[in-house]
């Protein structure tokens, strides 16, 4: 079964650091982009970064250039989300999902999703 | 404000067909199929359609989707109490070279 498992809850204050995690299982690791969405309180979905674990390409969302920072670990078959100045403005539901390129007649999705790392930045 | 347009909400009777709108451009649904994911309370998003018009296993025929030009549907048949929650549509963007999501419609099941 192809599993995306993210860490836990977290709360931080603001300014300062965090890294949530994501592990897969149950495919190739290295040959699917990871992609990160972020989901604020009681709002829809936006979507943040991607990664391609093989080789560590990423590319941000214009929005989130410089906000985050998104890399993964290969080798544990890992990827990341990190802060390094948290805001209150960050408090909110991230998730991963595998990114499936197209194929044939099927087009590219985001498919499964991690099960979501709340983050709540508050003094 | 959301690359892609979806009505906020929607609503129907038990039985009844309901369909929900995503609006697009030539650089994303113009170029690319659209997904449907249909969020649980409290649940992280399920693929509900993808490719446009595709059921993954295990999703009730209930639910389909269309796609023309720029944009693209999803239509409930024979409506249930447990439809009553949030969907979204997404898409690759090319100029972006990322996914794009719409607002996200409610359904309510009157």
């Known amino acids: 079964e192809v599993q995306l498992v993210q860490s836990g809850a977290e709360v931080k204050k603001p300014g300062e650091s965090l890294k949530i995690s994501c592990k897969g299982s149950?495919?190739?690791?290295?040959?699917?982009?990871i992609g990160w969405v972020r989901q604020m309180p009681g709002k829809g979905l936006e979507w943040m970064g991607i990664i391609y674990p093989g080789d560590s390409d990423t590319r941000y969302s214009p929005s989130f250039q410089g906000q985050v920072t998104i890399s993964a670990d290969k080798s544990i078959s890992t990827a990341y989300l990190q802060w390094s100045n948290l805001k209150a403005s960050d408090t909110a539901m991230y998730y991963c999902a595998r990114h499936v390129s197209s194929s044939g007649s099927y087009g590219r999705r985001l498919d499964p999703w991690g099960q979501g790392t709340l983050v709540t930045v508050s003094s | 404000q959301s690359v892609l347009t979806q009505p906020p909400s929607a609503s129907g009777t038990p039985g009844q067909r309901v369909t929900i709108s995503c609006s697009g451009s030539t650089s994303n649904i113009g170029r690319n199929t659209v997904n449907w994911y249909q969020q649980l309370p409290g649940t992280a998003p399920k693929l509900l359609i993808h490719?446009?018009?595709q059921r993954p296993s295990g999703v009730p025929d209930r639910f389909s989707g269309s796609k023309s030009g720029t944009s693209a549907s999803l239509a409930i048949s024979g409506l249930q109490s447990e439809d009553e929650t949030d969907y979204y549509c997404?898409?690759?963007?090319?100029?972006?070279?990322?996914?794009?999501f719409g607002g996200g419609t409610k359904l309510t099941v009157l």
């Open positions: 997404a898409t690759w963007d090319d100029s972006l070279f990322g996914w794009v």
């Open positions: 149950g495919y190739s690791f290295t040959t699917y982009w």
């Open positions: 490719s446009s018009n």
